[in-house]
T-cell receptor
Framework: EAQVTQNPRYLITVTGKKLTVTCSQN?????MSWYRQDPGLGLRQIYY???????DKGDVPEGYKVSRKEKRNFPLILESPSPNQTSLYFC????????????FGQGTRLTVV | AQSVTQLGSHVSVSEGALVLLRCNYS??????LFWYVQYPNQGLQLLLK??????LVKGINGFEAEFKKSETSFHLTKPSAHMSDAAEYFC????????????FGAGTRLFVKA
């Protein structure tokens, strides 16, 4: 089954404790992206990747890191989480530049206390 | 720069009534336009998309949207609402062949009354 898989689905952590949210897609998509969803703000792009070893900042990259060492994986790293990073996070992938329809993971609800 | 505006953060309709969710966009290049739906505790899934060609686009679950370039709009409609349509709907825009960046609207939550 074609899908985008995020783990974990739920995470509660403390301020400053490094964490990684994993994202994997099995559709051989070139493009992957991370969004955060906050009430009233819709989805805001954190980082995106056009292909392996090609990443760029989205609209709200501060406090986040990403890497794309393999085409299928695009982990999101919070080196020192803070309470303002409490949010619902989505990973998405798209086939290529001409086919930008996004396929989304189920989401990761992160709480930083 | 691209942007998307969804008019109304909440829309309430009666079952069987017309659903109309409004979306206006701005883009300096021809856009790709999308509507996504999000059910509780789930990710977003594509309802329909406009890329090129026919401006009236039909999607899943009886929804359709019309691309009106002169009005920079891409409103979502469904003739008859069903209880199962209750969800949050997002309009999104990306640039035609110009990159991968997709901008999402703030979302409209649809309530359907029995």
């Amino acid at each position: 089954e074609a899908q985008v898989t995020q783990n974990p689905r739920y995470l509660i952590t403390v301020t400053g404790k490094k964490l990684t949210v994993t994202c994997s897609q099995n559709m051989n998509h070139e493009y992957m992206s991370w969004y955060r969803q906050d009430p009233g703000l819709g989805l805001r792009q954190i980082y995106y990747s056009m292909n392996v070893e090609a990443t760029d900042k989205g609209d709200v990259p501060e406090g986040y890191k990403v890497s794309r060492k393999e085409k299928r994986n695009f982990p999101l790293i919070l080196e020192s989480p803070s309470p303002n990073q409490t949010s619902l996070y989505f990973c998405a992938s798209s086939l290529n530049r001409e086919n930008t329809e996004a396929f989304f993971g189920q989401g990761t609800r992160l709480t930083v206390v | 720069a691209q942007s998307v505006t969804q008019l109304g953060s909440h829309v309430s309709v009666s079952e069987g009534a017309l659903v109309l969710l409004r979306c206006n966009y701005s883009s300096s290049v021809p856009p790709y336009l999308f509507w996504y739906v999000q059910y509780p505790n789930q990710g977003l899934q594509l309802l329909l998309k406009y890329t090129t060609g026919a401006t009236l686009v039909k999607g899943i679950n009886g929804f359709e949207a019309e691309f009106k370039k002169s009005e920079t709009s891409f409103h979502l409609t469904k003739p008859s609402a069903h209880m199962s349509d209750a969800a949050e709907y997002f309009c999104a825009v990306s640039e035609v062949g110009g990159g991968f960046k997709t901008i999402f609207g703030a979302g409209t939550r649809l309530f359907v009354k029995a």
